[in-house]
């Protein structure tokens, strides 16, 4: 179970956060991110 939580974090995962801004772990064209994981 931690070896998907991992690849779930490293594939969409949030790594920092600065003001209401959001950085993910995955790059995305525009920062639209079309793909969200729950």
């Not at 998907?4 to 920092?16: C, E, K, R, T």
Request: aromatic share 16%; proline share 5%.
């Amino acid at each position: 179970m931690n070896d998907l939580a991992v690849l779930l974090w490293a594939s969409q995962g949030i790594s920092g956060r600065a003001g209401s801004f959001f950085f993910r772990t995955a790059p995305s064209a525009g920062a639209l991110y079309p793909v969200e994981t729950y």
